[in-house]
């Protein structure tokens, strides 16, 4: 599905990205002080200049991170090679099922989508790192899928709106988990909660296929 996402940084480096992305997430980047960031992460201030150059530096640093987690949740999502409508079509279930299950059901999700939710609130710099080490190429590779599945051109404007219909889909029932499960009546959202909800878009995810033409 994709590329094999860079490994995930190590040590100090790691304990300060892991406090950057649950601080920054939780108070916004101005709001987060050098010194709360290197208690959190049981780490000397000075490490910070020295892993990443500054504050701005480790807030980069996360962004980077957050996509190549959702890159690794991808990948581990992802199945065998693709080269047919059907093949492609059974690729983009297991997608969404795989992602589903990652953004609802992991604690790793919880650790950074309310860094990028902060992130894209305050029009931050990580937005450009995040779009082009992650959102853009998976965006690409989801249209490839989708064209292959209709037999459609992949970067239509109709493509690219229907993928991006689709990854809203996914991520509105991460957004607003709590308010789909009080509604829902369900005291959380737990794997059998996810199963109905995947098994929901992948319906809706036929229905879009076959209006555009997929076999």
């Known amino acids: 599905m994709t590329e094999s996402p860079l490994p995930p940084p190590e040590g100090t480096r790691r304990a300060l990205i892991d406090a950057g992305l649950r601080l920054f ?34 807030r980069l ?9 959702m890159a690794a949740a991808m990948l581990a999502a992802s199945g065998a090679t693709v080269g047919t ?56 590779r989801l249209c490839a899928l989708w064209g292959l599945a209709t037999g459609t051109d992949p970067e239509a404007d109709a493509t690219r709106l229907a ?3 689709l990854i809203g889909q996914l991520m509105y029932f991460r957004i607003g988990r709590d308010i789909v499960a009080r509604r829902m009546g369900w005291a959380t959202v737990d794997a059998a909660g996810i199963a109905q909800i995947a098994d929901r878009i992948t319906r809706n995810l036929d229905a879009m296929l076959d209006t555009d033409g997929g076999p």
Do not use: W
């Not at 640093?61 to 987690?69: K, L, N, S, T, V």
């Open 25 to 58: 997430g939780q108070q916004g980047f101005a709001a987060t002080p050098v010194r709360q960031l290197a208690t959190e992460a049981g780490a000397n201030i000075a490490a910070i200049a020295y892993h990443f150059g500054n504050k701005d530096g480790l």
């Open 61 to 69: 640093a996360c962004a980077e991170e957050f996509g190549r987690r």
């Open 85 to 140: 409508a059907t093949e492609a079509r059974a690729e983009l279930k297991r997608l969404v099922r795989g992602m589903m299950a990652f953004l609802l059901g992991s604690s790793g999700a919880s650790e950074i989508v309310p860094f990028m939710l902060r992130e894209l609130a305050e029009g931050g710099p990580g937005i450009d790192a995040v779009y082009t080490g992650f959102a853009e190429p998976t965006h690409r």
């Open 163 to 165: 993928v991006f219909t």
